[in-house]
Nanobody
């Protein structure tokens, strides 16, 4: 079992920045690939970014590429999502997730999920 707790969400103006954190506890954090997903209001959950267990490989949705950066600190059991140049369309509940093997852009392939943190970008 892995428990994930997101933090860092909030209200920000367009063009601003936020850094989300996801603290993990339970099984060995460094064994898991980690991902960030989001669910905009009235829409389905969508992939944002993922990072391998080592942190060497990352992958982003086209909509956030060049603006968002995923990173991890295995010593702190934490994964981060640095979000810059935020747009109103980035407004969503952001979730982190852990995947036992490999990495994926598909949410259903992840084994554990956090409760989410709200990000609201005003125009």
């Amino acid at each position: 079992q892995v428990w994930l707790v997101e933090s860092g969400g909030g209200l920000v103006q367009a063009g601003g920045s936020l850094r989300l954190s996801c603290a993990a506890s339970g099984r060995t954090f460094s064994n898991y690939a980690m991902g960030w997903f989001r669910q905009p209001p009235g829409k389905e959950r969508e992939f944002v970014a993922t990072i391998t267990w080592s942190g060497v490989t990352t992958y982003y949705a086209d909509s956030v590429k060049g603006r968002f950066t995923i990173s991890r600190d295995n010593a702190k059991n934490t994964v981060y999502l640095q979000m810059n140049s935020l747009k109103p369309e980035d407004t969503a509940v952001y979730y982190c997730a852990a995947k036992r093997t490999g990495w994926s852009t598909i949410g259903n392939e992840y084994n554990y999920w956090g409760q989410g943190t709200q990000v609201t970008v005003s125009s």
